[in-house]
């Protein structure tokens, strides 16, 4: 049944176009541009920011979705994304276990469902081969 569910197409918002698993779930419903998160920000946080979506993209087609106050990523579900700060990136990403980084600097526990870990980018080069691999998780 598990795999039968996971099949089933996404659900469309008629008035906002992101897609979800589950029918009429609550969410924010706006469009937004995502060269709005970079205005006036330093160039290399949308690089950063772009390293970040393709090193996700290494591991499968996702959708990149802004929302008012961050930006997401979405296979199936939302599992990454991130919040444009003043000189820093805050990345997040949802995974099933506690991990350990050098650009970590918070950990949200969300029970049965894993963890999301928050991570301070200021570069592309902040992108490492551990973060890629964590991304596929």
Same mark, same amino acid.
């Not at 920011?49 to 090193?55: K, L, N, P, S």
């Not at 990345?91 to 350990?100: G, H, K, P, T």
């Given at each position: 049944m598990k795999e039968a569910k996971s099949?089933?197409?996404l659900w469309r918002c008629p008035k906002c176009g992101h897609r979800f698993v589950t029918a009429n779930i609550w969410h924010?419903? @706006?469009r937004y541009r995502l060269a709005d998160h970079?205005?006036?920000?330093p160039v290399v946080l949308r690089e950063t920011?772009?390293?970040?979506? @393709?090193?996700a993209r290494t591991h499968g087609a996702l959708t990149v979705y802004a929302q008012k106050t961050r930006i997401v990523m979405q296979g199936r579900v939302r599992f990454a994304g991130a919040v444009?700060?003043?000189d820093w990136l805050e990345?997040?990403?949802?995974?099933?276990?506690?991990?350990?980084h050098p650009r970590l600097v918070r950990v949200e526990s969300y029970g049965n469902l894993g963890f999301g870990h928050h991570f301070r980018l200021e570069d592309p080069k902040d992108i490492d081969e551990a973060m890629i691999k964590l991304l596929g998780e």
């Open positions: 099949k089933r197409p924010s419903c @706006g970079f205005a006036g920000k920011f772009d390293r970040y979506v @393709g090193a444009v700060r003043k990345a997040n990403m949802w995974l099933r276990r506690q991990v350990d």
